[in-house]
Structures are given as C-alpha cells and as structure tokens.
C-alpha cells in the first residue's frame, strides 16, 4: 500500500482515460472452455458433491503452485485429438504427399476443480480504518461461493449478493467492483431514472471507476489496473467519449441486462 493524495474524485476520472493503465493477465490466465464442457464440468462437480470452481489441468494448477490432492478423480471434458492422416487426391490416397492433420473429439479426465486442490490460500491484507464486511452489512449485500467455472473471471454480481474468486489478482478491487454493480442498481431489473438503457460496457466502467475511487482513496494497489480496464473498454465502446452524463438513484437499476455481472 502506499500513500496517495488527489484533490478531487473528478481528477482520479479524469486520470482513468488520460494516464497509461494495464490489464491484469489474470484475466487470461485461465482457458476459457466451451458453454457445453462447462455444463459438462459443472454436473460432474454436483454429482459428485465437489463445490464447483475454477477449472485446470493438473500442470496447470502446478503452475499455479498449487497441487492436486492425492486420490482425486479428474473431471471429464471433451477435447480435440490430432492425428495424421492420408491426402486424397481425386478420391485416391497420395502416397508422395504430406499427410493431413485432422482432429477427433475425445472426452478425456484431465482437469480438476479448484476444490480438488491445495496450496496457500491468496492473503488479504486488512484495510486500516476500513472494514469491508461492515460496509456490506450496511448496504445489505452478501457474499456467496464463488462457483464460476472459468478462472478468468474475477467475480461477479447477482441481486444482492457478490462472489468473488479465491484466486483473484486483487481481490479488495474486485470487491468494490462487484458491489459497484449492486449499489448502482446494474443487477435489478427496475429501470434507470431516466428511462435510458445502459450498454454492458458502460455498466462496466461505471463500476470500474468506482473501484478506481475507492483504491485510491483508501490507498490500495490496483489504481493503474482500473485505468487498464477502463480504457480497453473505451477502446471497445464508441459511444463511450459520448456517453452523456447520468444521475442515479443508487436504489433504482437498469433493465437492459439483469443478469448477474461477471468481471
């Protein structure tokens, strides 16, 4: 942590677009798998009474420096299998050219659910003066396991309840984030005050920016990673810069997109 002084929240904004972030590689750390493995990787977990998580392979998981316990059954995905085989030329095998590679599915026990392992579990460091759960009792939000397949997401957001990943690059910015999404009303399926709908990407930046706030204000890492975030979703949004300002009755949400918020 270290100490930061800014005269007002509109310059930490202004900050956001104007000075040079990055992107959290935890946002790729992970392979993200297909809908179907994922349905696939998530009945295995209920079947067998595994809390559902975080997907790897067992080197993936070494790289991660954690291990797979002893006696722990892999989770069964489907996967493409190279193999060679013979050029056809005018439905005649060609026996001079290069053999062709082509693909098979095969479903293949090679993965393993964050439960299914071990290792040091990401320390939080207590914020001076400030206690997370207090504020969450305050704005009746609760936390939930985090039970997303995908590694790559960070947390995620559903009414009034927030879960965040046990293996999150910063797991105080993607708590602001996620409580972002609720307070702001991003999570209800009420209508916005102005009758206007908001696109997922300004939802994002919206709780995107607040994270940046609350880091910066309670002098927590993460500053430069909200800039990142912000900007590549500016990058990827053209109605960003035009965007007009809204105000918000922090109780009320949009209906655009009631789904639960993944981040």
Known sequence: MTERQHTTWGELLRDAVEKPGRLLEAYTAFHN???GNALLALEQCIRRNLQPGPLNTYHGWLERKRQVRKGEKGITLCMPMPFKRATQTDGFQDETAEPQTS??????????????????????PPIPNFDIDTALRALNITRTPFEEMNGNIQGLANGREIAVNPLAALPHKTTFHEIAHIVLGHTTSEKLVDGEQTTRHIREVEAESVALICCETLGLDGAEFCRGYIQQLARLSPRFSHEPARTRNPGQGDSSNPAPRRC
């Open 103 to 124: 693909y098979a599915f095969r479903f293949r026990p090679y993965w393993f659910v964050l439960a299914q392992t071990e290792g040091e579990d990401t320390y939080t």
């Open 33 to 35: 798998y297909s809908f």
